[in-house]
């Protein structure tokens, strides 16, 4: 089975901190994603990536960044947090083409 | 961009019987996928069932099953034989031919005993 791994189920952290939420598959994927998963508003695409050191923007990108340095990882970054980012956060990953997506069992994050 | 409206915030369904989620897309593409994900209180997402544009014939895998109207641009989930075990959040989500996927605002489904 695919295994997405999110480093934390939980975080708390303060306004202003850099904030790093990590996330590893096991499956050799080329394909990654963030998203922020908030009541009312189902699952919005934060960043996505194809490819090793590739990220592109998908819906809601401000305040937030990615890295993809290994195959493997893909790092949702929070350069400077802030109130309005308090939600769940999950990764995702699958193969190209038509292949589903596999998601981590997400990180509920609260910024004070 | 592509939109996914899932109209119904809350579904109840009694253990046994069956229910029909709603979903509903915008999209000016030909072809592309369909997806309906689960998410029960453990959070993880789980794929329930998937659909390509180009087929005709509905998705069905055991006891879920879809209903797929490409012209009306409607592809709802039908439960038959609800099971307590099928309360969760359900997601409907679309994704084009290339890498985005967009998703519904989600339908919480509540099974009475």
């Known amino acids: 089975d695919v295994k997405v791994t999110q480093s934390s189920r939980y975080l708390v952290k303060r306004t202003g901190e850099k904030v790093f939420l990590e996330c590893v598959q096991d499956?050799?994927?080329?394909?990654m994603f963030w998203y922020r998963q908030d009541p009312g508003l189902g699952l919005r695409l934060i960043y996505f990536?194809?490819?090793?050191?590739?990220?592109e923007k998908g819906d809601i990108p401000e305040g937030y960044s990615v890295s993809r340095e290994k195959k493997e990882r893909f790092s949702l970054i929070l350069e400077s947090a802030s109130t309005n980012q308090t939600s769940m956060y999950l990764c995702?990953?699958?193969?190209?083409?038509?292949?589903?997506?596999?998601f981590g069992d997400g990180t509920r994050l609260s910024i004070l | 961009a592509q939109t996914v409206t899932q109209s119904q915030p809350e579904m109840s369904v009694q253990e046994a019987e069956t229910v029909t989620l709603s979903c509903t897309y915008d999209?000016?593409?030909?072809?592309?996928?369909l997806f309906w994900y689960k998410q029960p209180p453990s959070r993880q997402m789980i794929l329930v069932i998937r659909?390509?544009?180009?087929?005709?014939q509905n998705a069905t895998e055991n006891r879920f099953s879809v209903n797929f109207q490409k012209a009306a641009k409607s592809f709802s989930l039908k439960i038959s034989d609800s099971q307590l075990g099928d309360a969760a959040m359900y997601f409907c989500?679309?994704?084009?031919?290339?890498?985005?996927?967009?998703f519904g605002a989600g339908t919480r489904l509540t099974v009475k005993p």
């Open positions: 995702a990953s699958r193969l190209q083409g038509s292949a589903p997506q596999h």
């Open positions: 499956m050799d994927h080329e394909n």
């Open positions: 990536s194809y490819d090793v050191k590739m990220k």
């Open positions: 999209t000016s593409e030909s072809d592309y996928y």
């Open positions: 659909q390509e544009a180009y087929k005709q």
């Open positions: 989500a679309y994704r084009s031919m290339g890498n985005d996927m967009r």
